[in-house]
């Protein structure tokens, strides 16, 4: 599997085979945890999100459900994710009774399905993986009650040559050896690397954001390395 070239509709599978390890390399990424939380902090919830429903689309291992939690400590938090092996991993850590797991691809559920609408959505590293990315934003505005928050979290490399290099050279340089060395397997993380290069601008997901009807949508790029290279967008059902 190392020698094929992973494509979007294999990513689930691929996490499930690498979910034992994913937790270990995200720990590594400096800033990572940090980053999910300041995010998280974008949906602005009065008296820690009381009274509100949030969904975590593509909670993985559950480190943006923390992230959430930790913002929105009163809310009731969904964490769904298309990977068995990833949400196994999430379900095993210690978790307030507020805060719930549902497998299944986010592109084939109703807000009904998954006990909303929603007050907020919360994707983070979720839209590149999508099939059916032009209609991502639409998907997840259907979660949403009217005047809900949905907030982005991606990689969408900034215009110019800066932010492509950075990329290549920390994909490179650190994430793809680290991913074979501690699962034997590359495949994932040279798909991340295609997947980032291949995702929208900060510019071209804002569009697509107002395109399927969002309104206020903000853009706020991470620090550190990951600075024009990871976004935050937030933005408001009407």
Avoid at 87 to 97: D, E, N, T, Y
Avoid at 99 to 104: A, P
Avoid at 216 to 235: D, E, K, N
Wanted: hydrophobic share 45%; with cysteine; glycine share 12%.
């Amino acid at each position: 599997m190392s020698g094929a070239r992973l494509l979007r509709g294999d990513v689930p599978a691929a996490f499930d085979r690498h979910a034992a390890a994913y937790d270990r390399l995200v720990g590594a990424n400096p800033g990572y945890h940090a980053a999910l939380r300041r995010a998280a902090r974008a949906f602005a919830l009065p008296e820690g999100g009381a009274g509100a429903r949030l969904l975590d689309a593509g909670c993985g291992t559950g480190a943006s459900t923390a992230a959430l939690l930790a913002t929105a400590p009163h809310a009731e938090i969904t964490g769904v994710d298309a990977s068995a092996g990833m949400l196994a991993r999430a379900r095993a850590k210690p978790w307030p009774a507020t805060v719930r797991f549902t497998e299944g691809r986010v592109q084939d559920l109703s807000a009904g399905d998954l006990g909303g609408p929603f007050d907020g959505v919360f994707a983070a590293y979720l839209l590149r993986n999508l099939p059916a990315r032009d209609e991502a934003p639409a998907l997840l505005r259907s979660l949403l009650r009217p005047g809900g928050v949905l907030v982005v979290h991606d990689y969408a490399l900034r215009d110019g040559p800066v932010a492509r290099l950075v990329w290549h050279a920390v994909c490179w340089g650190v994430i793809i050896p680290a991913g074979r060395l501690l699962t034997g397997d590359a495949g994932l993380y040279r798909y991340l690397w295609r997947s980032a290069l291949d995702f929208d601008s900060p510019r071209a997901l804002a569009g697509r954001l107002r395109a399927a009807g969002f309104t206020g949508v903000r853009t706020r790029t991470a620090g550190g390395w990951q600075r024009g290279i990871v976004h935050t967008f937030r933005a408001a059902a009407p």
